[in-house]
């Protein structure tokens, strides 16, 4: 079985976790779900060290089979005044109020134990309602597999130990991934750094932290 089936497989059982099934493998699993629970991933993204280089765009959709012409993440490009040139690597945010769940009409888009917005390809049906409500247009619909699509935090690789595509990509680290409950670099750097979150007036906190984020991108 490949990392997406297992994840996907870990990801149906998350779902139904409140269902009572007493055997021993729920109890095996119920144990997974837990540790689960006490995380909370997120991203620490320094705008200052963006250069545009795309690395990023290119490792996740190489390694997430990524449409052409369709996007997980992107780095935009802003002129600031006196001319200054600075990029903004986007994606979804995994918000913990996420107003992309509700409007799903077969709840095949939901928040798991992790805090991570996750859509099960084997549930959803392809009617766009999520990508709507998306405020921030981090979803899209897959014109290959006529499915909603966007960024997963790369889940299938956090689970077996390796960073998302994106990050190990960036020459400059101006990405870096980690669990915002532990006491790791990207929970350090929130706490030492003045962050701020994309459109916080939107009130879906997102767990994607920016240092240097302008105002308006
Ligand atoms: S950024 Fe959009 S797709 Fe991602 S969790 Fe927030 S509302 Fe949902
Ligand atoms: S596109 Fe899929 S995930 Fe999105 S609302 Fe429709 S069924 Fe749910
Ligand atoms: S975390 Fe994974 S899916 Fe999300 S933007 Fe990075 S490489 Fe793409």
Known sequence: MNDKKVTL?????LK?????????????????????KNK????????DKC????SCVVACAEENHVPLNSFR???????????KVIFVPIQCNHCENPPCVKPC????????????VVIDDNVCIGCGKCVKACPYNARFLDP?????NKCSFCDHRIYSGKLPACVEACPTTAKIFGDLNADGEVSKSIKAIKTSVRNPEFKTKP???????????
């Open 16 to 36: 139904a976790a409140g269902a009572t099934v007493a055997t021993v493998a729920l109890m095996s699993k119920t144990s997974e779900a837990s540790n689960e």
């Open 51 to 54: 250069y545009g280089c795309m």
């Open 73 to 83: 993440t992107k780095v935009r490009r802003q002129v600031e005044d006196k001319g």
């Open 105 to 116: 009409p077969v709840n095949a888009t939901y928040k798991g134990p992790d805090g991570l």
């Open 9 to 13: 497989k870990r990801r149906g059982f």
């Open 207 to 217: 767990k994607i932290f920016f240092k240097s984020l302008p105002k308006k991108i």
């Open 144 to 148: 290959i597999r006529g499915i909603a």
């Open 40 to 47: 909370k991933f997120g991203f620490y993204i320094d705008v």
